[in-house]
């Protein structure tokens, strides 16, 4: 296509069904958690909600750095994708499966009961979807990224290409899924597992053209072969222990507190991320010069997690508020709440050429901002979409509808912050990051996306008017986050001049 190789074609489908069943399912799961029993949801509360959509959302790219390694080192890339998808596949169908026996039972009251089926197949199929995305999503832009020669002028212009089947699958899943999902929520969840399916299919069906591209590791001598036969049964051991506790924990009727659990997670990553980074700088056998870069890093650390801990209230907080306190008829017709989830990705479809080419006028002309001005922007833009939902959230506490065009700016001004930090933040670290620690450094980055997520659902517990209380509280909790945000731009714009001096030779 265009000039580029035929694999990239295999790629762009296969990451455009994952896309379409992560976010079409995501589009549906503070809802289905929220809503009541008697409709068919789980009826579980808003902060427990909160906590299990940020732990599953964390766990999504948690488990990208051990899928990583286990494919450098065990399966190869191309194999890897493979597995992770047919892992992400069954989750997505076992979450469906409840709708499959009320189908079969029939009647009112199978179908709205809340059996250990329903809960237990619901954080099974969690389980087994954020497992398989930790195996499928590192590992096919690492494939991506072989199809070209070193320095290759075509690079950046076929992960542009790849990119955009991010954005086509998150554009029409959760139409797609939330269409379905007025009926049964299963049906949406299962709706999610075909399109990873269809993605499964074609990516066999074309994968000639990955022929020598992705392979496992060759093994050879006889120290590689005991090596890899105990990596794999290593592998197999933790995998066989997982396994059982899960099956202790959600099949022996155990009860788990998934706030708890999201407290301690947040900070467990903390410790890690910032235990590591403090181990590298002072043991790490580092320059002065480089020591600055990993430090700028680790303050970079803190305002990425800040901007994701926001932007990703997307899909729980903005999500609930669709459904809650937006005026969502037109003409005598409900829009389904998990449409305004396609928002952002029609936004980045629009709008990421613009801000591409912006940059590259000013680059021209010597104005473009330097990289933490342009983090500076994005948490600004965020700040700014959280105010404009003060105002609908003020109109909701007064007992009106708000309409759908408050949430619309939001997602707008987020996006344009998502474009503004996002791929400057990957880029930075891969200047950033010392010669020996490139894919470390990265896995740093995806730690404070992980951190980011895990926030993002906790504040859902607590933000998104659940009750007659937390409604008139609504307000200010949006404005609350407004303060938090924009006075994290105000800080790293006045800490601006100190890591432009740290980054050294890095521009």
């Known amino acids: 296509m265009f000039g580029h190789p035929k694999g990239l074609m295999t790629l762009f489908f296969t990451e455009m069904w994952e896309r379409f069943s992560y976010y079409g399912m995501r589009a ?63 989750g997505h169908f076992t979450m469906a499966l409840p709708g499959l026996q009320n189908l079969l039972a029939g009647g009112h009251e199978a179908k709205t009961a809340l059996t250990t089926l329903d809960t237990s197949s619901f954080y099974l199929g969690l389980i087994l979807i954020v497992l398989g995305t930790g195996l499928l999503k590192p590992n096919i832009s690492s494939i991506v990224g072989q199809l070209y020669a070193p320095g290759s002028s075509k690079r950046d212009a076929g992960f542009s290409i790849f990119y955009m089947g991010i954005n086509i699958g998150a554009l029409i899943a959760p139409i797609a899924c939330s269409t379905l999902a007025a009926y049964d929520w299963h049906l949406g969840f299962g709706l999610a597992g075909l399109g990873m399916v269809l993605g499964l299919i074609q990516y066999k069906a074309t994968g000639k053209s990955l022929d020598g591209y992705g392979e496992a590791p060759v093994v050879e001598t006889p120290e590689e072969i005991a090596s890899t036969k105990k990596l794999k049964s290593m592998v197999t051991w933790i995998g066989l222990i997982m396994v059982a506790i899960v099956s202790f924990l959600f099949f022996g009727g155990i009860s788990i507190d998934a706030s708890f659990i999201a407290g301690v997670s947040g900070y467990v990553i903390a410790v890690v991320a910032f235990g590591y980074l403090g181990y590298v700088m002072a043991f790490g056998g580092l320059d002065k010069s480089d020591r600055n870069k990993v430090g700028v890093i680790t303050i970079l650390f803190l305002f990425s997690a800040m901007f994701w801990s926001g932007f990703e209230q997307a899909g729980s907080t903005l999500n609930l508020f669709a459904e809650r306190f937006t005026d969502r008829t037109v003409f005598g017709w409900e829009i389904p709440t998990g449409y305004f989830q396609s928002i952002n990705s029609m936004f980045i479809i629009i709008f990421a050429p613009f801000f591409g080419a912006m940059w590259v006028w000013l680059g021209r002309r010597n104005l473009e901002p330097s990289s933490p001005l342009k983090f500076t922007f994005g948490l600004l833009l965020l700040g700014i979409g959280f105010f404009v939902m003060y105002f609908a959230a003020k109109i909701a506490a007064s007992g009106d509808l708000a309409a759908p065009t408050w949430l619309i700016l939001t997602y707008m001004l987020h996006t344009f912050g998502e474009l503004s930090l996002s791929p400057v933040g990957l880029s930075l670290v891969t200047k950033l990051a010392p010669k020996s620690y490139g894919g470390q450094m990265m896995g740093i980055w995806f730690l404070s996306v992980a951190l980011g997520n895990l926030i993002a659902g906790l504040i859902a517990g607590e933000a998104s008017g659940g009750t007659e209380e937390a409604l008139a509280q609504m307000p200010d909790q949006y404005m609350l986050i407004v303060y938090t945000v924009i006075g994290s731009a105000v800080l790293l714009f006045l800490l601006k001049p100190v890591i432009r001096k740290m980054m050294g030779n890095v521009h």
């Open 28 to 90: 549906l799961l503070i809802l289905f958690m929220t809503t009541a029993v008697i409709d068919g949801g789980l009826g579980f509360d808003d902060k427990t909600s909160g906590a299990i959509y940020g732990l599953y959302t964390m766990g999504v790219y948690l488990l990208a750095l051990p899928g990583g390694w286990l494919a450098d080192r065990l399966f190869g890339l191309k194999q890897s994708v493979w597995y992770g998808g047919i892992i992400i596949a069954l």
